[in-house]
């Protein structure tokens, strides 16, 4: 193995980490989100009389899980960037540099 074999081997293995490491944190993202949105979907079209129910006031189960909903969204973004900055931004600068390195070799 020559030393420009173990560069590829090198920037190989951090792109891997990257990948490995977005597909951990956004698979249960994802899933969280389909839950939420496919879940209020199918209770808006099947269980009317439940999405009716008075919560307080005039505000119905409905309009109360649609604004759960886009809290949601938002949380989910939030949590995002952080875990982005936090994580996959240093992975994906390590895997730059790395194949930086390699270029120049």
């Known amino acids: ?3 420009h074999d173990h560069l590829t081997e090198a920037s190989q293995a951090a792109v891997r980490t990257l990948i490995a490491e977005k597909i951990r944190f ?3 993202m994802t899933v969280i989100f389909m839950v939420g949105y496919i879940g209020l979907t ?9 999405m009716a129910l008075k919560v307080i006031g005039s505000v119905n ?5 649609i ?4 809290a949601l969204a938002w949380v989910l973004a939030i ?3 952080r875990v982005a900055n936090a994580t996959f931004d ?9 194949l930086k390195q390699q270029e120049a070799a």
């Open 1 to 3: 193995m020559t030393g």
């Open 26 to 28: 956004l698979v249960p």
């Open 42 to 50: 199918a209770l808006a079209a099947f269980a009317k009389p439940v």
């Open 61 to 65: 189960l409905g309009f109360t899980l």
């Open 67 to 70: 604004a759960a909903n886009y």
């Open 79 to 81: 949590v995002y960037t």
């Open 90 to 98: 240093p992975l994906a600068k390590k895997a730059a540099a790395s």
